[in-house]
């Protein structure tokens, strides 16, 4: 069978003052029904970018320059945009990384919920209202049937996030993008959303593609890292072996970096000397070169193919061709 | 500037009774309020207020000086003035509330289509509101007029197309500045498309400052169909309106001014009225003025 989402060699590129800016370059990489894939990456990287490529709202600014995403077999790039919206929210949907930002301040939290059920002809609003009533106490609002009149001002963060999960998994997706769905909360929220994220996995047994920089979450919740560095996929790997067994140099730099694995008595924090390279340079090098300690002479000649160095393990490296 | 849940349901006033409140607090709002009620209950009642019919001619009783039988005395056909200003209310509230309906709802729909839709047609819409906007109302009166001739009608048109641009301009700008919110993207993201996302979530996020705005629009129109009444480009006699009121008492001014003034000092008080409690409004519903919201 035919693995949930397929991309097969995306690229996407940002209109730029003098030239294009290559956001992303020959991604590929595909979900399988069920499972947690983690995308990290630091700022700038493409993360945000590739999920909203999936659901194909990038900013008009963005051009699909090469590639597809397939999801169940179907090209998105070649569906009309009715058929678009069929599928977004329905059998794709997506959280955000914003709670504050992402419901409609001056409708009731019940009104969108209800809204949002548009497609349902069926129901009436009394059962549309009962819906989102349970599918909120579900995520964990306390108290849903009184709460549910009131607006999003009046909720928390957590709770507000809480909310956006509930909305995108209202009609039971089989895909959720979760666009950095922590990284506007604290610690102890973090884990509470990572935690109902996984319950919601075991419930509505849907793949989730959860976008985050911090190595911690995916750690915690994840099945399968991909690592991207500006724009390109460095390393993907199941999230034992990738932790046990990093390949690449900047997944290595990148685990150095993780606070939460820094030894008690460390001096000082860790961190990648230089930054992003040009993205509107044509690639003619290891896009990791100039912060790569172990760059040698081939690194600056040519890029480096992904290599499977193991079951579910890609990294495109040099060091790797042995 | 988020409450934590608890103390947001500590706050016990809804924002409406706050704003009330508020409003309420302020003198100058009382007072337009005040001045705004009477104007209403007169227009709305003006049928059982009027003591005369305001287009009863009675030559042998014309021009005749205030008293008990004629409140503000009688105009050059022996009209009773206080009926005419009476009915007239009715006539300038007509012209107000169906002229700026109107102005919002074409204005709001082709300003929604320019600020939600591709930039070309957006380019398109601003050139014909910037179009339309450069004609001066009374030079753009004075072509409506010569054409389709004076009638209420005539004078709604021209309220229309003088305030319509503006209206437009405004939903188009916060519908631009909505269209990148990222509480659109997620709806998007749902699966809503742009009917939806206009109706259910643009919409509601800018009719309050426009109906502030548009209530503050009310006086100005007021003055504008008195204005064309009076240069004989708006309501026909015998229709009473405050401006052929004005009309008629502007020729006698220098043996019968009453009847000018009968005319001219509701305009005044009607226009004052609608400025102050519109401001007074504002104040009480923009939420950057008032912390509990």
Redesign the interface.
């Known amino acids: 069978m035919a693995a949930l989402l397929e991309i097969d060699g995306l690229s996407v590129d940002f209109a730029g003052s003098q030239r294009p800016i290559h956001a992303l370059r020959d991604v590929r990489f595909s979900i399988e029904r069920g499972r947690i894939v983690g995308l990290v990456g630091e700022s700038g990287s493409g993360k945000s970018t590739l999920s909203l490529a999936i659901l194909r709202l990038l900013a008009p600014s963005a051009r699909i320059a090469a590639g597809t995403i397939r999801f169940e077999g179907v090209d998105l790039f070649a569906l009309s945009e009715a058929a678009l919206r069929a599928l977004r929210g329905e059998r794709i949907a997506m959280v955000f990384q914003d709670p504050m930002s992402t419901l409609n301040p001056v409708l009731s939290v019940g009104a969108q919920m209800i809204d949002v059920q548009f497609r349902r002809a069926d129901l009436s609003r009394a059962e549309k209202r009962a819906r989102a009533v349970a599918i909120l106490k579900r995520v964990g609002i306390p108290d849903p049937e009184r709460r549910i009149d009131d607006y999003p001002h009046q909720f928390s963060g957590g709770m507000r996030q809480r909310i956006s999960i509930a909305m995108a998994l209202m009609s039971r997706p089989d895909l959720l993008i979760a666009d950095e769905p922590t990284t506007a909360l604290d610690v102890t929220l973090e884990a509470q959303i990572l935690d109902l994220l996984r319950d919601l996995r075991r419930d509505f047994a849907g793949a989730i593609l959860l976008v985050s920089h911090h190595l911690g979450v995916v750690a915690e919740i994840c099945d399968e890292v991909v690592v991207l560095y500006a724009g390109e996929l460095v390393e993907q790997a199941p999230v034992a072996e990738l932790f046990a067994n990093p390949r690449h140099p900047y997944t290595r730099a990148l685990l150095d970096c993780d606070p939460g694995r820094l030894a008690a008595d460390a001096q000082s924090f860790p961190t990648i000397p230089g930054r992003l390279p040009d993205l509107g340079a044509p690639r003619t090098a290891c896009v990791f070169v100039a912060r790569c300690p172990l760059a040698f002479e081939r690194c600056r000649a040519e890029a480096p193919a992904l290599t499977t160095v193991g079951p579910g393990h890609r990294a495109s490296c040099h060091l790797l061709d042995g | 500037m ?4 608890f103390e ?2 500590a706050t016990p006033a809804p924002p409406r009774a706050a704003a009330l409140r508020h409003l309420l607090a302020d003198p100058l709002g009382r007072f337009g309020l005040a001045l705004v009620l009477v104007f209403l209950l007169t227009a709305i009642f003006a049928d059982a207020i009027a003591p005369y019919n305001p287009s009863a001619i009675a030559i042998p009783a014309r021009l005749q000086a205030p008293s008990l039988t004629h409140l503000f005395g009688t105009d050059q056909l022996g009209r009773d003035v206080f009926s005419r200003v009476v009915l007239g209310a009715r006539i300038a509230l007509e012209v107000a509330l169906v002229a700026i309906s109107l102005a919002l709802a074409l204005g709001g729909a082709i300003g929604l289509a320019a600020g939600y839709g591709p930039r070309w047609l957006d380019a398109i819409l601003v050139l014909v509101f910037d179009t339309v906007r450069s004609f001066p109302t009374i030079m753009f009166a004075l072509a409506l007029v010569t054409l389709i001739g004076p009638s209420l009608e005539t004078v709604i048109v021209i309220v229309v197309a003088t305030f319509a641009p503006s209206y437009g301009r405004i939903v188009r700008t916060q519908t631009q500045a909505l269209k990148h ?3 659109i ?9 742009p009917a ?1 996302i206009l109706a ?2 643009v919409v ?2 800018i009719v ?1 400052p426009l109906f502030i705005l548009a209530s503050m629009d009310v006086p100005v129109v007021i003055t504008i169909e008195a204005g064309l009444s009076f240069l004989g480009f708006g309501v026909r006699p015998p229709t009473p309106s405050w401006g052929t009121v004005l009309n008629d008492g502007y020729a006698f001014i220098g043996n019968t001014p009453w009847i000018i003034l009968a005319g001219g000092l509701p305009l005044v008080l009607s226009t004052l009225g609608f400025t102050f409690l519109g401001e007074a409004l504002r104040d009480a519903i923009d939420p950057r003025l008032r912390k509990e919201f």
């Open positions: 988020s409450a934590p849940t947001a349901e919110a990222e509480f993207l997620a709806e998007r993201s749902l699966g809503a498309g939806r259910v979530h509601p996020n309050g």
